[in-house]
Structure formats: structure tokens, C-alpha cells
């Protein structure tokens, strides 16, 4: 009988030659986040141009899910809107009318016989800049941290906060870390199981809103509790509750280092530009 072909092994696909870094991830990430609020607009617009091309050239966007970006739309609306009607029912102060036709009145008649007409013209517009600046800094803030959660796995993303926090927790810096492995490995988990439970809900037949508003929360809870369980026995099995798996190893790269010191540079100089 003649002997059957041996076949070779498949390839083994090679490692990547360039991993990502989790701690120069997050350093950047914690460094926008706190500028994100202090930037002017034009400063809002080339952060918001360069997180959209690193979703588009990069393979985040792949990883993106509709879910994901339509809760996150929601939260922001529903802040601009309150942030509107607050700006509306406060006490902004508008700037004084001019008199028309008064001393220096260059050409401006039409411009203050509006602001006469409209008197709360000036405050609306207000009103309308500070809230749109508001979604701008929140969308930005949640693109920054879904940039961060995406790039890099709950758990090299907890081995970069141990890197952060040692200095200042030393050796008991890995248990805030687990937690935050553990909140950031939950979210998008919790967050799809109320998408399914809702479409659930929504194939069994209309419900009533008050019956509904008690029933989806309680099955979320219901789920999550046993997948909390199970959660749990596996961090146990692989040990993660220890300080000995989190010990992180990074190593240096300077041209990295530099790039991401380069990129802290140009956010703090944006800083800078006329509002």
C-alpha cells in the first residue's frame, strides 16, 4: 500500500513586528482627555480631524458597532439640549445696545435696528455656541476613550495603568487596575446584552412604557449577574487575581516616546490659538 503524502505544516503567521503600546495609548488618551476641555474651536477641529483618520486608516473602525455610536449620540444631545435651556434661563449678560444714530454710528443702523427687534438674539446665539462647544468637547471625550478601549485589550490596558499608578500606589497598584480591566471588559458586554433584551421586548409585541422601563433593566441585571459569576471564576483560573500577572514589561522605544511627547507638545500649543 502506498504511503499517503505528508502534508506540511501550515504557516504560522508571523508576529507583529510593530505591537501596539498600551501606556504611550493611554498617556495620550489622559493628556487629550484634559485638553479636550481646554482647547478653542479651532483646536476642537484638528483634534476631531485627526481622531476621524485614525478610525478611518487604522482598523478601529472595524471594530466599531452602530450600538456604540448611537448610545454615545444620545447622551450628547440630551447634555446640549439641557445646556441650551440652562444658557436660555440663566443670567447671561449681552452686550449694551447702541444708540442708533448716535455719536460714531458708521453704517451700523441696520445691524441695531435688528438687535432692537430681536433683543434676545444676542443671548440665544450665546446660548447656541456654548452648547454646540459642550457636544463637541463630549463627543471628542468619548471618541478619545473608544479610540482607547479599541486599540488595545482590557487587560495590556490594565498593565499600562499599573505602569501609571506604581509610582504612586506602589505595590498595591494592580487592584485598581483589575478593576478598570474588568469595568472596560463589562461595558460593551452590558451594552449589547440591553440591545438584544430590547429586541427581545421588541419582537414579543409592544409593551407599555412604565411595564417596559421596569422589565428591561431587571432582565440586564439578571444576565449580567450570572455572567459576573462567570467572570469571576475566570479571572480566578488564570490568576489575574494576583500581583504576580501584573507586573507590565514594556519595552522603551524612543521614536515612539518622541512621537507621542510630539503629539502632547502640539496639543498644549493649540492651546494657545485665538478663540
Given at each position: 500500500m502506498p504511503a499517503l503524502p505528508v502534508l506540511p505544516d501550515p504557516p504560522v503567521p508571523p508576529d507583529s513586528p510593530d505591537p501596539p503600546d498600551p501606556h504611550l495609548h493611554l498617556l495620550l488618551a489622559g493628556c487629550y482627555g484634559v485638553l479636550v476641555w481646554?482647547?478653542?474651536?479651532?483646536?476642537?477641529?484638528?483634534?476631531?480631524?485627526?481622531?476621524?483618520?485614525?478610525?478611518?486608516?487604522?482598523?478601529?473602525?472595524?471594530?466599531?458597532?452602530?450600538?456604540?455610536?448611537?448610545?454615545h449620540a444620545w447622551f450628547v444631545l440630551a447634555w446640549v439640549v439641557l445646556r441650551f435651556a440652562l444658557a436660555c434661563l440663566g443670567t447671561a449678560e449681552t452686550p449694551p445696545l447702541p444708540v442708533i444714530g448716535g455719536e460714531g454710528?458708521?453704517?451700523?443702523?441696520?445691524?441695531?435696528?435688528?438687535?432692537?427687534?430681536?433683543?434676545?438674539?444676542?443671548?440665544?446665539?450665546h446660548a447656541a455656541r456654548e452648547s454646540a462647544l459642550l457636544g463637541v468637547r463630549l463627543a471628542l471625550l468619548i471618541g478619545i476613550g473608544l479610540a482607547l478601549a479599541l486599540a488595545a485589550s482590557p487587560r495590556a490596558l490594565g498593565l499600562a495603568l499599573v505602569w501609571l499608578l506604581r509610582p504612586v500606589?506602589?505595590?498595591r497598584a494592580w487592584q485598581p487596575a483589575l478593576g478598570i480591566a474588568l469595568m472596560v471588559h463589562?461595558?460593551?458586554?452590558?451594552?449589547?446584552?440591553?440591545?438584544?433584551?430590547?429586541?427581545?421586548?421588541?419582537?414579543?409585541?409592544?409593551?407599555?412604557?412604565?411595564?417596559?422601563?421596569?422589565?428591561?433593566?431587571?432582565?440586564?441585571?439578571?444576565?449580567?449577574?450570572?455572567?459576573?459569576?462567570?467572570?469571576?471564576?475566570?479571572?480566578?483560573?488564570r490568576g489575574l487575581d494576583r500581583p504576580e500577572a501584573w507586573r507590565p514589561d514594556f519595552p522603551f522605544r524612543p521614536v515612539r516616546w518622541?512621537?507621542?511627547?510630539?503629539?502632547?507638545?502640539?496639543?498644549?500649543?493649540?492651546?494657545?490659538?485665538?478663540?
Open positions: 481646554h482647547l478653542p474651536p479651532l483646536g476642537l477641529a484638528v483634534v476631531a480631524a485627526g481622531l476621524a483618520g485614525l478610525f478611518v486608516a487604522t482598523p478601529l473602525r472595524r471594530r466599531l458597532r452602530p450600538g456604540m455610536l448611537r448610545g454710528d458708521g453704517g451700523g443702523g441696520l445691524f441695531d435696528a435688528l438687535r432692537l427687534a430681536w433683543p434676545d438674539g444676542p443671548l440665544l446665539a500606589l506602589g505595590a463589562f461595558l460593551p458586554m452590558a451594552q449589547g446584552t440591553f440591545t438584544q433584551v430590547s429586541r427581545a421586548a421588541d419582537l414579543r409585541g409592544p409593551l407599555p412604557l412604565r411595564r417596559r422601563a421596569v422589565l428591561l433593566p431587571a432582565a440586564v441585571l439578571r444576565i449580567l449577574g450570572q455572567r459576573t459569576w462567570t467572570q469571576t471564576v475566570a479571572v480566578a483560573a518622541a512621537l507621542a511627547l510630539l503629539l502632547v507638545g502640539l496639543g498644549v500649543g493649540m492651546t494657545f490659538l485665538p478663540v
